[in-house]
């Protein structure tokens, strides 16, 4: 089952989607960061691989690569500790073009497979460009996600839709990644318009930063991802349960469209996909 099916019968079934984020290497044992989010009822999982100059992200993020590359976290490292996880849904990578291409995209996403990923997000490849990279992944059975902004043309964000695969990746702003941040009409326009251009599910991310605010995007689209608001407690020290109990709000606010007063905003993956499965199931459990 590739990323975009299992989304799309979760979102089927009724079902709000929920996609936490990580900064691959972060800290010793990141691996049960990923854990306790799939016990909290993620949907699927993005793990950031950590460069220098990381264009699209806000000073968290940013501070979370600097002390992954700090601590000596590198693509092969990642890959080798993602390749021993066994959880029950499905991984995908963000990172940019860089790191992909310093050997090839065809060898970047042969690497992401061997290791069980099911898909990629490259935010700095531009729409005109990444036939390259889309061909590479479709080849290793990867889903390559495309994002789509509230300036982008009626055209363009039609392009998108039908390029994109697993998922479109819809910013609530122009800018950087954070926390913070009203619902715009035009925020709420991106989302019904591509819900009309595309049956792929249409995920918010930036700003999404507390269950309320989770909720109220997730009534626009089909669901969320969640990254600076986790790393920043992250990086003050808050641990794989309390993230993932924090993760459990934002689940149960999406459930049931309402926040979890308890968290206001802040003062199974498998090693390799089956030779003969070109995209391999996922475990049950």
Not at 19 to 28: D, K, Q, S
Not at 86 to 91: E, M, R, T, Y
Request: charged share 25%; hydrophobic share 45%; with cysteine.
């Amino acid at each position: 089952m590739t990323l975009e099916e299992f989304l799309i019968a979760r979102r089927d079934a009724g079902r709000s989607l929920l996609v936490p984020y990580v900064t691959g290497g972060i800290r010793p044992g990141w691996t049960d960061v990923v854990r306790a989010y799939v016990d909290a009822g993620a949907d699927a999982v993005e793990v950031g691989f950590p460069f220098s100059d990381p264009m699209l992200d806000g000073v968290t993020i940013q501070e979370a690569s600097d002390r992954a590359i700090a601590g000596g976290a590198t693509v092969a490292g990642i890959l080798a500790e993602l390749a021993a996880l066994d959880v029950a849904v499905p991984l995908f990578a963000m990172t940019y073009s860089n790191l992909v291409f310093q050997r090839s995209g065809a060898a970047f996403c042969a690497a992401l497979r061997a290791s069980g990923l099911r898909g990629l997000i490259v935010p700095d490849s531009p729409l005109e460009e990444v036939g390259e990279l889309a061909g590479a992944a479709a080849a290793e059975g990867l889903d390559l996600a495309l994002m789509a902004a509230p300036s982008s043309s009626p055209a363009r964000l039609r392009e998108i839709a039908g390029r994109s695969r697993g998922f479109v990746y819809a910013v609530t702003r122009m800018g950087t990644t954070g926390e913070g941040g009203g619902t715009s009409p035009a925020v709420a326009r991106l989302g019904r318009d591509l819900k009309g251009l595309t049956d792929r599910p249409v995920l918010f991310g930036f700003g999404v930063s507390d269950p309320a605010r989770a909720a109220e995007l997730a009534g626009h689209a089909d669901g969320v991802v969640v990254a600076s608001a986790l790393m920043r407690r992250l990086l003050d020290g808050t641990g794989p349960r309390e993230l993932g109990e924090y993760v459990a709000s934002i689940r149960r606010a999406l459930d049931h469209r309402e926040p979890d007063e308890q968290y206001a905003p802040l003062p199974r993956h498998r090693r390799r996909p089956d030779r003969q499965d070109q995209v391999g199931p996922l475990p049950r459990g």
